[in-house]
């Protein structure tokens, strides 16, 4: 079509027709103006489905990474329940000078139970690196911030602080000079009547649990904060899909 124009305005040019040559030249300046803004439509339209398709992957990537969370979170969250529990039954056996009965060598096993965290982070790293604006959902966004710099930093540090360092410091010492584990879960004292009247390790044995409470709590709420997240996030990829 330009090529038309050209011939047509170079034989009005060579028929000095001035008037009429500038028209075709006008007309070829707006096809070729079309022209352009055509194909950056098509390249804007080319990059707009290159990010939403980058942007489902990542979004998919989250979804699988907070599934494996959860299930995490589901594990850790049973151990620091039934370690609470058998803390709180445990000091009260003994306060209440209770003799001692087989059935709470499973409690006193299980004030051994702590967890351990293998969150899976590698989708929100890949996303940080590449900018949140990825996110076009500025509430997806917003949650994805809140829940890994929010709730998954506690959660982890009150862990690391509380189920760990003061489990393996102070707990951990006290437990093993006071119980034997006989089998997996079970424990018994080595001298039960010397313990109904040992003050620091009834102290260590209520504060433990009251711990394991606590990193309990977080752990619930990172569980919870996950799952919502994985609901939002699916029904984003659907829409963008559609």
Same mark, same amino acid.
Do not use: C, H, Y
């Given at each position: 079509m330009i090529k038309f124009f050209r011939r047509i305005r170079q034989k009005l040019v060579a028929e000095s027709?001035?008037?009429?040559y500038l028209i075709y030249?006008?007309?070829e300046i707006v096809l070729v103006v079309i022209g352009i803004l055509i194909a950056l439509q098509i390249n804007n339209a080319n990059e707009?489905?290159?990010? @939403?398709?980058?942007?489902?992957k990542i979004l998919k990537e989250l979804v699988v990474?907070? @599934?494996?969370?959860s299930i995490d979170h589901s594990a850790n969250l049973e151990w620091y329940v039934k370690s609470a529990n058998a803390s709180r039954?445990?000091?009260?056996?003994?306060?209440?000078?209770?003799p001692w009965n087989?059935?709470?060598g499973v409690h006193y096993g299980w004030i051994f139970l702590k967890g351990l965290s293998n969150l899976n982070t590698s989708a929100y790293d890949n996303l940080k690196a590449q900018g949140f604006g990825l996110i076009s959902n500025d509430s997806i966004r917003l949650g994805l911030t809140n829940l890994y710099s929010g709730h998954y930093d506690r959660y982890l540090k009150y862990e690391q602080e509380f189920a760990v360092m003061n489990y393996n410091q102070v707990v951990s010492p006290v437990l093993l000079s006071r119980l034997k584990m006989d089998r997996w879960f079970h424990a018994t004292p080595l001298n039960y009547n010397a313990l109904l009247e040992d003050e620091e390790f009834r102290e260590v044995v209520r504060w433990k649990g009251i711990n394991m409470a606590f990193v309990g709590t977080h752990c619930r709420t990172a569980r919870d904060g996950a799952s919502e997240l994985i609901a939002d996030i699916e029904r984003e990829i659907q829409r963008l899909e559609n």
């Open positions: 027709k001035f008037s009429k030249a006008a007309g707009n489905r290159k990010l @939403r398709n980058a942007e489902i990474n907070l @599934r494996t969370d039954l445990v000091v009260e056996a003994l306060e209440s000078k209770s087989d059935s709470m």
